[in-house]
């Protein structure tokens, strides 16, 4: 028997006992499971509960989400950020339908397979539906370990995955993996949590190295954090008709997919005269100004938005980019769009 066997027998029974009551809890089913692994990747589970229940009403299985057109689980989608991840849904679910005949692969090597699914996802996936034994590492796992077993190794660096992910293998109950990789994130989720962690009630404080050392608000340690980069927007409101033009994001860059207003970015904030020169040198002559907002700052992972949105009027003579589209005001509802183009939208409807 291990000697670190104690991890998850202190751990089990808490889980059984004290697990919040969430919808995917208590299901085998590897469509529900994967879309609450990838719903709740970079977002809270008070944020992500609504996203999930509305996903899975609208598309219950695998199939009817296959089916469902990008645009539509954009929008669906919106709000919740990291759209990469609900474009590889979309995708992935097209490969489980068209290259495994609807059905999630058993194992860990075919869910990496699957776009989008990294080896967090597919741990998570391979144990809770198909009893594989695989140790899943997250931000909440990292947590624990690095503070039950006192490890200072940074967690983002290659070593430091290396040596936990090695742990969490060990630690493994290899009898019920899918309880046991659930157990941990659990308890990093609502007890050992980054600040504050609710030590008096944690089932494992009495092996706890960090408890015993005080050293709980120095772990887990990170080499250093990503630096922030500021990018200066400015949106074009441009009526047309009973319209107004709209361009879909499309390349690497955040927000692919999603619709915004015709973008002028440039290195720093814009003034008046500035950008009506931007204007002049980008769509030529005759352009006219009548009204800005307020800078809006949109905060994202590691980029911060500073926006502005001019209202302008183009030349008689404009003819729109290709990309630009004249989208009918009583259909902008129904396009998917950046959260900072919904708080526009939504304080040009209903201006103080």
């Known amino acids: 028997m291990s000697s670190r066997s104690w991890f998850s027998k202190l751990l089990l029974p808490w889980y059984r006992e004290n697990h919040r009551p969430l919808p995917w809890r208590g ?21 992500g509960l609504g996203y999930y229940l509305r996903f899975t ?40 339908m068209e290259e495994h005949g609807g059905k999630f692969p058993d194992n860990h090597e075919g869910l990496l397979k699957l776009k ?62 899918g309880d046991h990789n659930q157990a941990v994130m659990e308890l990093g989720a609502t007890v050992c949590t980054p600040k504050s962690p609710d030590c008096m009630h944690c089932p494992l404080q009495a092996q706890c190295v960090a408890f015993a050392t005080g050293t709980i608000a120095s772990l887990p340690v990170k080499q250093g954090k990503t630096k922030t980069r500021n990018r200066f927007f400015n949106y074009l409101h441009i009526a047309a008709g009973n319209g107004i033009y709209m361009r879909q994001r499309n390349g690497k860059d955040i927000w692919t997919g999603l619709y915004e207003l015709p973008l002028l970015e440039s290195e720093k904030p814009l003034t008046k005269r500035s950008l009506e020169t931007a204007l002049r040198k980008n769509f030529g002559q005759g352009w006219t100004r009548t009204d800005s907002s307020e800078a809006a700052r949109h905060v994202l992972s590691h980029q911060v938005i500073h926006a502005v949105f001019w209202t302008v009027a183009p030349p008689k003579a404009f003819a729109p980019p290709e990309d630009w589209e004249r989208v009918p005001l009583k259909e902008m509802d129904g396009l998917a769009v950046p959260r900072l183009i919904e708080r526009w939208m939504a304080k040009e409807q209903n201006p103080e």
């Not at 689980?73 to 590889?88: E, F, P, T």
């Not at 741990?123 to 034994?133: E, G, L, T, V």
């Not at 070593?159 to 109950?173: N, V």
């Open 27 to 47: 299901t085998k089913d590897p469509y529900l499971i994967w879309l609450s692994e990838v719903m709740l990747q970079q977002t809270r589970v008070d944020q």
């Open 116 to 177: 989008g699914v990294g080896d967090y996802t597919a741990a998570a996936i391979a144990s809770i539906c198909f009893h594989r034994p695989e140790a899943v590492v997250d931000g909440n796992v990292f947590r624990v370990l690095a503070r039950s077993f006192g490890i200072d190794t940074p967690i983002d660096s290659t070593a430091g995955r290396k040596q936990f992910k090695e742990l969490a293998t060990e630690l493994l109950d290899a009898k019920h993996p």
């Open 57 to 96: 009403e609208r598309w219950p299985t695998v199939a009817k989400l296959a089916a469902a057109h990008e645009n539509e689980v954009l929008k669906v989608w919106q709000g919740l950020g990291y759209y990469s991840r609900a474009r590889n849904l979309l995708k992935a679910a097209r490969q489980v």
